[in-house]
């Protein structure tokens, strides 16, 4: 078997249960039409990069499993009975955007049966603390607005809420804690919030040098990308300064990092440009009010986010011919809350 089938193989493997439950398990030729629109001299090297960085980012069913039933476990956060703290736990369902919360908290409920003998619609008791429960944390906006409303209409006095969260960002947890800090303030209540979660992602710009997002070290020589960051005032590009990190987290080496980046950062671009007047939160390496986009390399079995690369998720093979969508192949599509 040689090595790129070998990859493509490996690749589909990896994200075999991408939203299955609406979708056909991805097969190799999938990823290889994928790759294919890229230019041919680095199609290798790039599914090699990015066979690696998936069996690190990509969030399966099974991990996510695995993951809630420490969480239900762990000491720290439910005491040394488990059982009557998760009891008394109101398990919240208030997300306004979306469907991620309530198939979350149903995964959560099945953990929970398990270790525990109870289910999320048994829990809650007037002295029980509140759990927000979802899958990840970018920017904090989402989590942010659900928790904003919850305090000023349903919030009790005084309480504990914690955040229970399979991956983070560390600017995302960041503001999102400041923000919902302010408003218990504003509303006079006494909430202590606490987050859980795997060990934090960097994507903070002092530490960019040492972060787990894609952050360019070099920009390419092109014309468009240039006419794009000039455009960009308010908060300019810092690159990254290469070799900080002497064991990257997520990527396999410098060189592939950088590989990664670029070609990326190269098809963002173009994606851009099959709109006639892109949203400014559109950048070529995800949603993000600045920079060259989030960069985030994150992508669950439910879903992947808008603040990954656009290359990743951007597209739709099924809309109409010469419809901007029809014009690029998503390796992993994205659900839209519309759709």
């Not at 923000?179 to 218990?184: K, N, T, V």
């Not at 390419?220 to 005032?233: G, H, I, N, Q, V």
Request: hydrophobic content about 35%; some cysteine.
């Amino acid at each position: 078997m040689n090595e790129r089938r070998s990859l493509l193989g490996s690749i589909a493997r990896t994200i075999k249960d991408y939203r299955a439950d609406d979708r056909s398990e991805p097969t190799p030729e999938h990823v290889d039409r994928w790759v294919r629109q890229f230019n041919v001299d680095v199609q290798l090297a790039l599914l090699r990069e990015i066979d690696h960085v998936l069996k690190q980012t990509y969030v399966s069913q099974s991990h996510a499993r695995k993951f809630f039933a420490r969480v239900i476990g762990d000491q720290q956060l439910a005491s040394k009975m488990p059982r009557k703290f998760w009891q008394a736990a109101h398990l919240l369902d208030i997300q306004h955007d979306g469907n991620s919360q309530t198939e979350i908290r149903k995964l959560f409920s099945e953990e929970l049966e398990k270790k525990c003998g109870i289910t999320a619609d048994e829990c809650g008791a007037t002295d029980g603390a509140f759990v927000y429960l979802d899958d990840t944390l970018f920017s904090g906006s989402r989590i942010g607005n659900d928790l904003s409303v919850w305090i000023v209409n349903e919030a009790p006095p005084a309480a504990t809420v914690h955040i229970v969260l399979i991956a983070i960002h560390r600017f995302g947890h960041w503001s999102c804690r400041q923000r919902l800090e302010q408003e218990a303030k504003k509303a006079g209540k006494q909430l202590n919030f606490r987050f859980w979660a795997v060990a934090p992602l960097e994507n903070r710009r002092m530490y960019r040098n040492t972060s787990d997002v894609l952050w360019p070290a070099t920009l390419p020589d092109d014309a468009t990308l240039r006419a794009y960051m000039e455009e960009e005032t308010k908060f300019p590009f810092e690159p990254r300064t290469p070799g900080s990190q002497s064991e990257p987290r997520f990527f396999s080496s410098e060189e592939g990092r950088q590989l990664l980046e670029r070609e990326l950062l190269l098809a963002g671009m173009h994606i851009r440009s099959l709109s006639q007047n892109p949203n400014h939160v559109l950048r070529p390496l995800g949603f993000s009010p600045f920079d060259l986009g989030f960069g985030s390399m994150i992508v669950t079995y439910r879903n992947c986010p808008n603040n990954a690369p656009l290359a990743l998720w951007w597209g739709d093979p099924d809309a109409e011919q010469n419809h901007p969508l029809s014009q690029w192949y998503p390796l992993v599509q994205r659900k839209t809350y519309s759709s």
